[in-house]
T-cell receptor
Framework: QKEVEQDPGPLSVPEGAIVSLNCTYS??????FMWYRQYSRKGPELLMY????GNKEDGRFTAQVDKSSKYISLFIRDSQPSDSATYLC???????????FGGGTRVLVKP | EPEVTQTPSHQVTQMGQEVILRCVPI?????FYWYRQILGQKVEFLVS????????KSEIFDDQFSVERPDGSNFTLKIRSTKLEDSAMYFC???????????FGSGTRLTVV
C-alpha cells in the first residue's frame, strides 16, 4: 500500500465549477497536511497548510482533514482556467520532518 | 513574499561529471531540504538539514550525494559522478518548522547526457 494515494486524473471541469480533490494516507503519525499547486516544469507552490483535523478556508480554497478516516480534501470554488495545474497533497509527522507527497491530480478547467 | 531561490534553472552535464546545485532558502527558516522529481513521477525526498547537519536522508541519497551550507545563506547539493538516471528536476525547500508550510524553489532541471 502506498503511503499517500491520490487519483492522477485528469479531472476536467467547466469554468466556475467547484473542483474537489482528495488524498488518502496510511501513516497515522501524519499531523501536518499541505496542498500544493504545480505548473508544468515548475516548483510546487503552497496553497494550504493544516495542522491535525478540521477545516481551513482561504479565499476560494477550503482544505479539510479527517484523521479518523486518513482522508484529506481540497475544494476550489469558482474555478478559473488559470487553476489548470497539477495539485499535490503532502504531509509530515512532525514539524520540520520530511514531506511525503501524493502523486498529484491533474486538473483542467475549461473556459 | 519571501522566496527560495535556485540556480541554475537548467544544467546539462556529461555522465560522470560533478554538478553542484545551489539554493538560497528563506532567511529565517531553520530546516532545509532537497527533493527531486523525475519527469512524470512524484516528488521524492532526498535529504533534510537542520542545525548544520543532515537530519534525515532517503535511500536515494547515497555516497554520490552531499549537501553543504557553506555560509549563512546558501545551501548546496553536490552530485559527485552523475548518472543518466540522475536526470530530474531538483527542488530545494525550507520551513521555519513550527508554523507555516514548506516553501519550494522553482527548481533546477538537470539533464545528464
Amino acid at each position: 500500500q502506498k503511503e499517500v494515494e491520490q487519483d492522477p486524473g485528469p479531472l476536467s471541469v467547466p469554468e466556475g465549477a467547484i473542483v474537489s480533490l482528495n488524498c488518502t494516507y496510511s501513516n497515522s503519525a501524519f499531523q501536518y497536511f499541505m496542498w500544493y499547486r504545480q505548473y508544468s516544469r515548475k516548483g510546487p507552490e503552497l496553497l494550504m497548510y493544516t495542522y491535525s483535523s478540521g477545516n481551513k478556508e482561504d479565499g476560494r480554497f477550503t482544505a479539510q482533514v479527517d484523521k479518523s478516516s486518513k482522508y484529506i480534501s481540497l475544494f476550489i470554488r469558482d474555478s478559473q482556467p488559470s487553476d489548470s495545474a497539477t495539485y499535490l497533497c503532502a504531509m509530515s509527522g512532525a514539524a520540520g520532518n520530511k514531506l511525503t507527497f501524493g502523486g498529484g491530480t491533474r486538473v483542467l478547467v475549461k473556459p | 513574499e519571501p522566496e527560495v531561490t535556485q540556480t541554475p534553472s537548467h544544467q546539462v552535464t556529461q555522465m560522470g561529471q560533478e554538478v553542484i546545485l545551489r539554493c538560497v532558502p528563506i532567511s529565517n527558516h531553520l530546516y532545509f531540504y532537497w527533493y527531486r522529481q523525475i519527469l512524470g513521477q512524484k516528488v521524492e525526498f532526498l535529504v533534510s538539514f537542520y542545525n548544520n547537519e543532515i537530519s534525515e536522508k532517503s535511500e536515494i541519497f547515497d555516497d554520490q550525494f552531499s549537501v553543504e551550507r557553506p555560509d549563512g545563506s546558501n545551501f548546496t547539493l553536490k552530485i559527485r559522478s552523475t548518472k543518466l538516471e540522475d536526470s530530474a528536476m531538483y527542488f530545494c525547500a525550507s520551513t521555519f518548522g513550527y508554523r507555516g508550510g514548506y516553501t519550494f524553489g522553482s527548481g533546477t532541471r538537470l539533464t545528464v547526457v
